[in-house]
């Protein structure tokens, strides 16, 4: 019995406890099922929702216009937002021609960079560009993106020129500076026992003009006018037009170099070659073989140290006159020949004694002195500096050398022969001569305390001499007149004014050889002199006199004309 009741007990157990599984996994199949309802009802949602955002997406494209560019848009930095397409592609054109009226790109070639002026081969088609934009930006699913966008962040755009006539880039490199470059290597060619050596194949460059334009397309279709371009290159045979500038010359006879302190340069002989020769040889020949071209020397015609020997050889000539009147005026005159002493004048260079002695200044040293001013004599800064000018007026005279400017004083002087003297004054007249000759020729001025001396030494290839003379061609006497002065007894009358003669003096030239034959004889200047009448300060006018006084002192007044100009010396 108790086995009995132990089974049914088990039986029972056994019973409830597959009722309690039968009921939890009918309870697992019912929230399983829960669970995939709840599951197909968010699918649904979001496929609700997805198209309820397409379809209100879609009626947000459908509702924007695509006449005009959304706000907020700018092209090129300029805001052309609500612009319709011609407007906007307008303003950026304009702003085209603004930024890139003037722009360049820069190349580099041999360490060294040029800057090619590209502005003439832009072209932009703003136009077309910006209605790509606008298409763009207004297809129907990309229209509520752009409205957006246009309520946040807008939208920025770039257009870049592009080059229209790539000729005009052509014609740039073809005509710039690097075209000028020599591309020659240094082992191009070498000159060995008189022989000019250069190798097929080896020793020059080229710029290679096709692919740098290509480069610099490129450069412009990205808008980068900042980076430097390297200049590309092709090899080629040296350039024997080039070698022949660089090997050719004439012979040079040696000569001064006034640049360094008149050093002399050495003579140099000229050097030569068969260049229609030597480029047939140059092509018939086989890449990378040596091709001797012989070259021909010329010497010079004088060695360096016969020409050192012959540098200022020569007295050419030498001229002095004695000076006079005041210690300033004698100050002015040993300035005058300081400042022009040892200057050197090159075969046809010129000689300015106003620039030779410079500006009369105190600060340089010149103090005034008796000079010429309207006929009259007055103290003028560096009175006194003409009788050097007139010292080596006559100097070059004799030297035979060419007088390009020469002026005579309003009276005669009295330190040189009428007709021989050389005024001067600052900003005005001037004494100008040339060296003439073969060879430099050095001024040699002096002041010893009594006279001023000028000596031309050069060199003299054939023996000359210089004889001058003048001809009085025309005199004007000079008149007496009389001035009352009241200080003076009725008796009495001082010299007031010296009179001067009036002269018209025509100078001539004449050249002999060695042998005293003559060469030349010219006329060589004219020079009229005003006349100065001589004036008396007396106590009493006589009667005839008093009757004229009046007329004369109208004359004085016409008369002064003749010499109305200014001289930095007076008798």
Known sequence: MADERRNGHTTEKRLAQNRQRASGRSGRRASEQRGKRQQRYRVISWILTAVFMVIFYA????????????????????????????????????????????????????????????????????????????????????????????????????????IGDSGIITTAIESSDMMKVDLDIEDGYRI??????????????????????????????????????????????????????????????????????????????????DLEAAKKSLESAKKGTDVSIPLTYTPADMSTEEYRKMLFRDEMSSYSTEVEGSENR???????????????????????????????TEERGFLPGPSYADGQSVMDMGGGICQVSSTMYMACLYANLEIDERHCHPYPSSYVPAGLDATVAWGGCDFVFTNDTDYPIKISTSYDGYSTSCTIWGTITEPFSVELYTETVETEPYETKYELDKSLGKDEQVLDTVGIEGLTVQSYRRVYDGDGNVISDNP????????????????????????????????????????????????
């Not at 001589?534 to 008093?546: H, N, Q």
């Open 59 to 162: 009626l947000i494209c459908a509702c924007v216009g695509n006449r005009k560019l959304y706000k907020k848009t700018t092209i090129n930095g300029l805001e052309v937002g609500g612009m319709k397409t011609a407007e906007a592609a307008k303003s950026i054109n304009d702003q085209f021609r603004r930024d890139y009226s003037s722009v360049g790109i820069q190349v580099k070639l041999d360490d060294k960079t040029y800057t090619l002026d590209v502005s003439a081969a832009l072209d932009m088609d703003s136009e077309k560009s910006v209605q790509k934009i606008q298409d763009d930006s207004h297809s129907f699913w990309r229209r509520g993106y752009g409205l957006l966008e246009s309520w946040t962040l807008g939208s920025s755009y770039d257009i870049y020129p592009y």
């Open 192 to 273: 060995e026992d008189k022989n000019l050596i250069v190798t097929k194949g080896k020793g020059s460059y080229r710029i290679d003009t096709d692919k740098l334009v290509t480069r610099i397309k490129k450069q412009i279709a990205k808008g980068d006018y900042g980076t430097v371009v390297e200049c590309p290159v092709v090899s080629a045979d040296v350039d024997l037009d080039e070698v022949y500038k660089k090997v050719h010359c004439e012979p040079q006879n040696p000569t001064l170099d006034p640049d360094k302190n008149y050093e002399v340069v050495e003579a140099k002989d000229g050097v030569d070659f």
């Open 330 to 360: 004698k100050t002015n005159v040993k300035l005058a020949a300081q400042y022009c002493d040892g200057t050197i004048l090159m075969p046809g260079e010129s000689f300015s004694y106003n620039l030779g002695v410079g500006e009369l």
């Open 524 to 571: 060589e200047a004219i020079s009229v002199y005003s006349k100065r009448d001589e004036v008396y300060k007396v106590g009493k006018l006589p009667k005839d006199k008093d009757k004229d006084k009046d007329k004369d002192q109208n004359k004085d007044k016409s008369d002064s004309s003749d010499t109305d100009k200014k001289t930095t010396e007076s008798e």
